[in-house]
């Protein structure tokens, strides 16, 4: 089992800028890639960004491309997500998830783990 914590999540104006992390723990973390899903009130679950085990693949969603950044440390078993000039319409739960593959995914049903959540909001 990997289990996965998120934090960072706040309220923050548009145009401002927020760090989302999330940490890993339970069985080992190698191998792994690692996705951000969020999801508004009364809408789907949706793909924002994955990245690989190694880093270099990244796949982001057109709606956040140019304005959020994901990267992880594996030494510290963490993903981060830098989310800059946010729009009202970023706001959302933000959930961390873990794939027990290297390379990552843009499904939802392609991951294995999921965190709690953290919560987004961004005012007008």
């Known amino acids: 089992q990997v289990q996965l914590v998120e934090s960072g999540g706040g309220l923050v104006q548009a145009g401002g800028s927020l760090r989302l992390s999330c940490a890993a723990s339970?069985?080992?973390?190698?191998?792994?890639?690692m996705g951000w899903f969020r999801q508004a009130p009364g809408k789907e679950r949706e793909f924002v960004v994955a990245?690989?085990?190694?880093?270099?693949?990244?796949q982001y969603a057109d709606s956040v491309k140019g304005r959020f950044t994901i990267s992880r440390d594996n030494a510290k078993n963490t993903v981060y997500m830098q989310m800059n000039s946010l729009k009202p319409e970023d706001t959302a739960v933000y959930y961390c998830?873990?794939?027990?593959?290297?390379?990552?995914?843009?499904?939802?049903?392609?991951?294995?783990?999921w965190g709690q959540g953290t919560q987004v909001t961004v005012s007008s």
């Open positions: 998830a873990a794939r027990g593959a290297t390379m990552p995914s843009s499904l939802r049903w392609g991951y294995d783990y």
């Open positions: 339970g069985r080992s973390f190698s191998g792994f890639a």
């Open positions: 990245i690989s085990w190694s880093g270099g693949n990244i």
